[in-house]
């Protein structure tokens, strides 16, 4: 385990870090979590939260577990219907649940992001949802999405800067947004080897 000297971490740098900690990959950010001895698996912004608050506070965030209630065993060939219940390892994106939700939703259902959150959410809670519940959270979310676009998650990094960038230069071609990305990405990865290194003892 690396050792981390006991030191203040300015708000700007911890702003700086978690900007910077965005644009690793996910590989990277294990590995910080490992040398850190934290725990390694879950989301992108999960790993990070862990590396920041570890880095200011000097704990070790516990990961929170499901509630029995909101998980089951994987079941092959899981026969559902609009009132089987969600649970945790056994729902899978796949296509034959994709095809499911075209069924009760309509041929426009795609996976998205919001949806696996609000189903992390509802399982964290000890209250897992049917398929019909999702299918009406889906299309509510659907409709409004319409008028109001969700931004792009803080965490998709590439997303992020590929927009901001053809915004300042709307009539870039692909090479010269894609050497842009990996120039920042790299520069982003070195700062947070550099900012760490100064950190140890």
């Not at 880095?55 to 026969?79: M, R, W, Y």
């Not at 109001?148 to 997303?159: C, Q, S, V």
């Not at 050497?179 to 520069?187: F, G, L, P, T, V």
Request: aromatic share 12%; with cysteine.
């Amino acid at each position: 385990m690396k050792t981390i000297a006991n030191i203040f971490i300015s708000i700007s740098d911890q702003k700086q870090l978690l900007n910077a900690l965005l644009f690793l990959h996910v590989n990277e950010l294990k590995e910080i979590v490992h040398d850190f001895e934290l725990h390694e698996k879950g989301k992108k912004i999960e790993l990070i939260t862990r590396i920041i608050h570890f880095l200011t506070t000097d704990e070790k965030i516990t990961t929170p577990s499901f509630p029995a209630v909101s998980c089951g065993k994987a079941i092959k060939n899981l026969q559902i219907t609009s009132q089987t219940k969600i649970l945790k390892g056994q729902y899978k994106n796949d296509l034959k649940t994709r095809l499911f939700f075209k069924q009760l939703i309509g041929d426009h259902f795609h996976f998205t992001a919001f949806g696996i959150d609000w189903l992390n959410e509802q399982w964290m809670q000890g209250a897992p949802p049917t398929y019909q519940d999702f299918a009406d959270i889906w299309q509510e979310a659907y409709e409004e999405q319409k008028t109001n676009p969700l931004p792009a998650k803080a965490e998709w990094a590439y997303i992020n800067f590929i927009k901001n960038f053809l915004a300042k230069y709307p009539h870039a071609d692909r090479d010269t947004v894609m050497h842009s990305w990996h120039k920042e990405r790299q520069k982003q990865v070195k700062w947070v080897k550099t900012f760490l290194t100064k950190l140890e003892l």
